[in-house]
């Protein structure tokens, strides 16, 4: 019934996305998880704690979310009558957990005023995607930022969900998008963070370790310039400060001959990071 109900979200997602009403009245599944990683990480994240304590919390936190997502699908599953009208219900529950409308429309949101030369509106759009300076990007690195994200969640918000889900259905679906809610919320290199979302960064390194490699594939494939695109992400997928995002960064980059990556400001930080592609 999967691939099935995952195409029926697919077709639900491209043509919908997930409506303005639909958010204001119920929010969005991942919101939902989302507050429940707040509510866990007031509780559990205690700054007094030392850091192996703080891990030890924060691995029990990260499963905690997961069984819970995977045992709320597991259930949802088991409920869902057969054929055709399972189907379509599988496919309903699946929708919310697809990105690619939502993806499409940050993206052009950014591109759009971009090709217009509004600079003010494209900062602002692009300030939604990427967490660097506006402020400090001119046209190419607007450009830049949103290429960068077009890439790394394309494989976060369609391949890793579609591979996950191919694997085990709803619940693998579900958890990832539990597993990678973690990571966005918690998996940062900060004070409050750094010990606490140690064990939700590698689990969401290991969920992302096959479905990236895949994406840097796909775009190879479709883009007709499959042999740059390998070429630029064999050499320099390993540059990017992530072990996953860069497969899909340097294979975009490669197949549209261009330069990703690379230094970027930040409000509280400059990273002097490698580019990817640096000959482009």
């Not at 969005?28 to 998880?33: A, G």
């Not at 077009?150 to 597993?179: Q, T």
Request: hydrophobic letters at 50%; aromatic letters at 6%.
């Amino acid at each position: 019934m999967t691939m099935s109900a995952m195409i029926v979200a697919l077709l639900i997602d491209t043509g919908l996305g997930w409506p303005a009403a639909i958010f204001r009245a119920i929010g969005h599944p991942v919101t939902w998880i989302g507050r429940l990683i707040g509510k866990l990480d007031d509780w559990l994240n205690l700054e007094q704690a030392q850091p192996w304590q703080r891990r030890l919390a924060g691995l029990i936190a990260a499963l905690a979310v997961i069984g819970l997502a995977v045992e709320t699908a597991i259930v949802l599953r088991g409920l869902l009558p057969g054929g055709l009208t399972g189907t379509l219900l599988e496919g309903l529950l699946i929708w919310p957990f697809l990105a690619v409308r939502s993806l499409h429309d940050h993206v052009m949101a950014v591109a759009r005023p971009l090709a217009l030369g509004d600079m003010d509106r494209a900062r602002g759009a692009v300030a939604m995607i990427v967490g660097r300076d506006p402020d400090s990007l001119d046209e190419a690195g607007v450009a830049r930022a949103a290429m960068e994200s077009l890439a790394e969640n394309a494989s976060d918000g369609v391949v890793a969900p579609w591979f996950w889900g191919m694997v085990f259905g709803l619940p693998g679906i579900v958890g990832y998008k539990a597993i990678n809610t973690l990571d966005s919320m918690i998996g940062h290199r900060t004070p409050r963070h750094e010990a606490f979302g140690w064990a939700a960064a590698r689990i969401d390194d290991v969920a992302n370790l096959i479905p990236a490699r895949l994406t840097g594939l796909i775009f190879a494939s479709v883009s007709g310039r499959w042999r740059p695109a390998l070429a630029v992400m064999a050499r320099d997928a390993h540059h990017h400060r992530s072990p996953n995002a860069g497969w899909p960064e340097a294979a975009m980059a490669g197949a549209l001959g261009v330069r990703l990556s690379g230094p970027r400001v930040y409000a509280d930080r400059i990273a002097e990071e490698p580019w990817v592609n640096a000959g482009a």
